[in-house]
C-alpha cells in the first residue's frame, strides 16, 4: 500500500522530530541490543520486514478512517443543533480528530524501529517496545520447538511471525503458552520458514544431538570430573560404575 500525499508527509516529519526527542530525553535506543557472544561467534542482526511495516499502516488507516468519520458526523450534528457553539469549538473538534491521528503514525513506527531480534550461535535475544523496553534472551539449547503463524491478510502482505518455545525459563510469558513452557515471539518475518529451520539446527547442535564427537568429549569430561572428585573418589564402588559408564558411553560413540 503506497502512501503519498500532505498527511504522510507531515507524519513522516513529526515523526522525525518526535523520534529525536524521545531519543535524547528518554534515552531510546537507536540501535540493536547487545548480545555477549565469544570471539570468532557470528552475530546476525534482524529486522521485522517492511511488509510487516505496511500491515500495521495497513490497519492504522482503517482505524483512522471509521473514527475520524463518527467523529465528523459527531461534530456535523453538534454544530446543526448548536451552530455558535460549534463553529467556536471547531478548534477542539480538530485537535480531537488529527492530533492522536498523528501521534498513532508515530506509535507505528516507534514499535518497528525499536523492534531487533538479534542471534547468535548460542542464543538470541528479542527487543520490542515503545514506552517500556523489553528484551528477551533464549538460549537455544532450552528450545522445544518452533512454529509459524500467519493469517490471511499477512500471507497477502508477504510475512508471518515465528514463535519459538521453550520450557523452564529462558522466554518471555505468553498466554496461550503450556504450563511451565514460555515463547518468544518474532514478529513480521519475510524468511520465517528459513529461520524456523536454523533456529531449530543450532538448538539441535547446541544440546549435542548428531554431534557424536562433542558428546563423547562432554561424557569424558563429567566422567573425569566425577572421578576426580575426593567425594566421589572415596567410595570404590561409585568409582568403578563411573568407570562402567564412562566405557560404555565410548564404545557407543565409536559405533
Known amino acids: 500500500m503506497k502512501e503519498s500525499g500532505l498527511i504522510h508527509e507531515t507524519c ?7 523520534w529525536g526527542i524521545l531519543t535524547g530525553y528518554f534515552c531510546l535506543p537507536e540501535g540493536p541490543p547487545n ?50 457553539a460549534g463553529l467556536l469549538t471547531a478548534p477542539l473538534w480538530l ?8 501521534l498513532a503514525y508515530i506509535a507505528i513506527h516507534l514499535r518497528y524501529d525499536t523492534t ?35 493469517g490471511p491478510l499477512q500471507r497477502w502482505f508477504g510475512f508471518a511471525n515465528l514463535m519459538v518455545m521453550t520450557a523452564g525459563g529462558g522466554g518471555a510469558s505468553h498466554e496461550g503458552a503450556s504450563a511451565g513452557a514460555h515463547l518468544g515471539l518474532l514478529e513480521g518475518l519475510d524468511n520465517a520458514p528459513e529461520l524456523r529451520e536454523r533456529i531449530l539446527a543450532r538448538s539441535q547442535q547446541t544440546v549435542g544431538l548428531g554431534d557424536e564427537g ?21 567410595n570404590p564402588l561409585q568409582v568403578q560404575l563411573l568407570r562402567e559408564i564412562h566405557e560404555h558411553a565410548r564404545k557407543l560413540a565409536g559405533t
Open 35 to 84: 548480545l555477549p557472544s565469544m570471539e570468532g561467534e557470528k552475530v546476525e542482526y534482524l529486522r521485522p520486514s517492511v511488509a510487516y511495516l505496511n500491515y500495521r499502516k495497513f490497519g492504522f488507516w482503517i482505524g483512522l478512517a471509521v473514527i475520524d468519520i463518527v467523529l465528523f458526523i459527531l461534530w456535523g450534528l453538534f454544530s446543526y443543533r448548536w451552530p455558535l
Open 214 to 234: 562433542h558428546t563423547d568429549a562432554a561424557q569424558r569430561t563429567a566422567s573425569r570430573s566425577a572421578i576426580a572428585s575426593p567425594l566421589i573418589s572415596s
Open 12 to 18: 513522516k516529519w513529526c515523526y522525525g522530530g518526535v
Open 116 to 150: 531487533w531480534y538479534v542471534l547468535s550461535d548460542r542464543s538470541m535475544r528479542i527487543r520490542r517496545g515503545i514506552w517500556s523496553i523489553y528484551e528477551t534472551t533464549i538460549t537455544f539449547e532450552n528450545i522445544q520447538n518452533a512454529h509459524i503463524s500467519q
Open 95 to 102: 485537535f480531537v480528530i488529527v492530533v492522536p491521528d498523528i
